[in-house]
């Protein structure tokens, strides 16, 4: 049991009242918390290295937001703003900030919906077509640089646990 645990229980065991107890467990440290050692400061680091060799190879005024947005355009076809943010993890602010962007560039355009006219549909234009097909090359160099350090087992077993935590 952590040391932590282990007080706040003795401290219950003694009947110690909420207030008193709270303020004590406050008290007490974590013991051996390293912020290196922690998984949202890890995958925020990875995260990190990887936009930093985004940017070395993809288009400049492309971000990995951005791309995302396309990518997953290429992949899927025309789709709603709605559908389109949550296939690329985007809540509904940030995909329209994507989106408005991607529309000034003219890579995408929106057209009303054939079968729900209230709604739009978000489709590649022919640029954002061309775009993406001359930088698919380019965005699998950049996943391939990502996983460099690993070995090829290591790249499959990380992928693998990181859409498992997904």
Do not use: C
């Not at 355009?109 to 079968?115: F, G, I, L, M, V």
């Not at 097909?133 to 965005?139: F, K």
Request: no cysteine.
């Amino acid at each position: 049991m952590r040391p932590r645990a282990a007080a706040t229980l003795a401290l219950v065991a003694e009947g110690v009242s909420a207030p008193r107890l709270r303020k004590s467990v406050r008290a007490t440290p974590v013991a051996h918390y390293r912020l290196d050692d922690q998984v949202g400061f890890m995958l925020r680091r990875v995260s990190q290295r990887h936009v930093a060799i985004f940017a070395r190879h993809m288009d400049k005024d492309i971000t990995p937001t951005r791309w995302a947005t396309l990518a997953k355009l290429y992949e899927e076809g025309p789709t709603t703003q709605n559908r389109l943010g949550r296939l690329t993890a985007m809540d509904a602010a940030t995909i329209k900030g994507v989106v408005d962007r991607l529309i000034k560039r003219h890579l995408i355009e929106t057209r009303a919906d054939p079968e729900d006219g209230r709604r739009r549909v978000v489709a590649l234009t022919e640029a954002g077509q061309t775009l993406v097909e001359r930088s698919l090359a380019h965005a699998s160099a950049i996943s391939r640089k990502t996983l460099e350090p690993l070995s090829s087992r290591e790249q499959a077993v990380l992928l693998e646990l990181l859409r498992k935590l997904a």
